[in-house]
């Protein structure tokens, strides 16, 4: 039998071509020996156990087998501090062979079938890639319940909904979603650029990247005093009413095991059946393969009459972008070689800029769209101010994103994104239910509380 050699170029090259989405690992983008260093950093601990280790996991990676057998190296036991997420096996496994975008080896959890797990610290480490799933974050116990007080709201009248007549722009360039920072807003107008420090807060398992950089075509600093959400700044909202003084009523919020509800545009023309995301990461691209929980090409959506122009735009897509909706936050990533064109509510009003502004995401970069916490934040302290104020807020629970074109701003002839090629609407389901029960809740009347609509 001849001698296998787990190191040999000849392994290293078949465990490389057996990564399927090489460009899609964050490192791999930034450092194109990162995949060849990290498989021979895997081979090294392979060649300290069995001397068929490395046999046995291409055959794994190749067959997908859930129910295969342990796969073994020699845990690390002479004293040294704990390994870094960037040197474990089983998460270096992981992310090279099943899930590129891991950040950190707390996002994994052993699967039953799996012998000698991680969490358990054994003289030998289970690195089968398939012996492991990733952990399904539900964030509801960080959500704190809207108090809604038993008085008369009254009536509701009809909300105006002004805009500029330019859409806002401004360009963010970093890593949100791998990385916390403390942002500084540039001061002057158009082509200024400020940089954010990551944030302490930082995890020890998050590596510190370069800052996130924004520059814009106006000053963020405030809402226009036109805008329907300007009254709706935390730090203007009056006090909350004292509640002891009416009883209330509690209203908790319940994860949907959909959290979203996607529609793709083509132009103003809906295009498709709509995608319901079950899945914590969800991959759009532009190719034609055959839709699946986690991922959605609109190569794959046919329409007999679309136009030329707008084929031509598809075909740019490519990569496209990936959806991160992790512990109650949700990240959008741009994979693709053209930038996206981000519009949400819920991300200007947390950097203070105007709530119409469209947010360009470079490729490579992402931007953090949507956060529970702080939207039950302003539901709760928005309450006391009425059917109106509440109603206000549902504009805060949807997400829209183009490909390719732009829209918004003075660089732009589009000013709205239903004039755009190639465009995806996101409504963000359970934030809207729980607005829905809110507004029951102060028996607002009954066309105030249809959120979806």
Known sequence: MPFWDPCSPEVLHALKGLIKNEDEIPEARDDPHFVERTIKT????????????????????????????????????????????????????????????????????????????????MASLCINP????????????????????????????????????????????????????????PTGDGGSQATSPASSTTSEDMPRLPPLCIEGEMPPSRYPLNSPLAELSLTDLDEVMDMGQASSSIVE??????WGTLIYHEEAKEVGPRFLARRPFLLIDGYA??????????GYLSDATR?????????????????????GELFLECLSSQPLFVHSANCNQRHGWPPNTVVRVPPHCNLKVFNHAEFAHLVNETVSKGHEA??????????????????????????????????????????????????????????AHTSYT
């Open 42 to 121: 895997l081979c090294k601990r392979m060649r300290k156990g069995a001397t068929s280790t490395s046999e046995e996991l291409m055959r794994v990676i190749q067959t997908e087998d859930r129910n295969s057998d342990c796969i073994l190296v020699p845990t690390v036991l002479d004293g040294r501090p704990a390994s870094s997420k960037g040197t474990q096996p089983h998460f270096l496994c992981c992310k090279l062979w099943r899930f590129s975008f891991l950040r950190s080896r707390s996002e994994l959890k052993s699967q039953p079938q799996c012998r000698y797990p991680y969490e358990r610290k």
């Open 130 to 185: 398939f012996h492991y799933e990733l952990v399904y974050q539900r964030m509801a116990r960080n959500v704190p319940s809207i108090t809604v007080p038993n008085v008369d709201y009254g009536r509701i009248k009809h909300v105006r909904k002004e805009q500029d007549e330019r859409m806002p722009i401004v360009t963010v360039t970093g890593d949100e979603l791998r990385a916390g920072f403390v942002v500084d807003y």
């Open 253 to 258: 919020f319940d994860e949907m095991p959909v």
């Open 289 to 298: 393969a055959p839709h699946t929980e986690d991922r959605w090409s609109l």
């Open 307 to 327: 136009p030329a122009n707008i084929e031509e735009t598809r075909k740019l897509i490519g990569p496209g972008a990936r959806l991160y909706y992790i512990g």
């Open 390 to 447: 509440v109603y206000a807020l549902l504009s805060l629970a949807n997400v829209r994103f183009s490909f390719v074109k732009g829209w918004g701003g003075n660089r732009y002839q589009r000013q709205d994104i239903s004039k755009t090629h190639c465009w995806i609407e996101c409504h963000l389901n359970s934030a809207l239910e729980w607005v829905n029960r809110v507004m029951k809740t102060m028996n607002a009347p009954r066309l």
